[in-house]
């Protein structure tokens, strides 16, 4: 760049390359996908030798859950490793349960996570939330333990969905999500489209202002 008497080498061909590829290696993606709960599937929360304790949560349960500012974590505590309001976690009810996505690369600690759910080291999860509606039913039969079942009808608040090691709901599931390689060559081929682009317009921008004698081509 030139400035009356001044010149700048702030912007090579060679830098904005470097600089283009450092972009698109902190703007990598690691994805994680899963069920937080899910719908109308019993699991046991307690259990001896008179007594099976079972919840479940009904289809209906988030109609009117406020799920304003939803974070995820692990274990329900510590850091942060997703969030709705920065975009990095989406979190919505489908015919299955509380589905959950969420980009884990933004922190050191969220990409050691995503190495873990990659491994199968972390499979499962949970979910942190307030009832608002629960329905019980008792069973007792003779010569068999007894049975209760809650069924939580509504939910008014979500606060966290979590990463577990040990979930109440061996139903849940969270796993790196795969791009298929139709998927990858496509992406890959924008990128590369784009970069391409990008480099001819600087460079027939540089032959612009030489042919000018410097001056910028409007």
């Keep these: 760049m030139i400035s009356k008497d ?17 972009e698109d290696q902190a703007e990598e993606r690691k994805v994680v996908e899963g069920y937080a709960t899910t719908f109308d599937a019993p699991y046991v929360l307690y259990e001896d030798e008179d007594l099976v304790f079972l919840e479940q949560v009904d289809t209906k349960a988030f109609e009117n859950t406020d799920m304003s500012d939803v974070i995820m974590q692990y274990n329900h505590e510590g850091r942060v490793f997703a969030r709705q309001t920065n975009g990095t976690l989406e979190v919505r009810a489908d015919d299955k349960g509380l589905f959950i996505s969420a980009d884990l690369g933004g922190t050191e600690i969220g990409r050691e996570l995503f190495e873990e759910i990659r491994g199968g080291y972390t499979n499962k999860m949970s979910f942190g939330f307030k009832v608002d509606g629960e329905d019980w039913d008792e069973q007792r039969k003779d010569g068999e333990k007894d049975r209760v079942l809650r069924t939580i009808t509504s939910i008014s608040k979500l606060y966290d969905v979590s990463a577990v090691s ?3 709901n061996d139903a ?3 796993s790196v999500r795969e791009l298929s390689d139709g998927v990858i060559r496509r992406a890959e081929a924008e990128r590369l489209k784009a970069h391409e682009l990008e480099i001819n317009r600087i460079r027939a921008e ?5 042919i000018n004698g410097g001056k910028k081509h409007d």
């Design 172 to 174: 849940t599931s969270i």
């Design 206 to 210: 540089i032959r612009a202002r030489a």
């Design 166 to 168: 040990i979930p109440a």
């Design 6 to 22: 001044r010149e700048y080498r702030d912007m090579t061909l060679a830098a904005i390359e470097a600089k283009q590829d450092e």
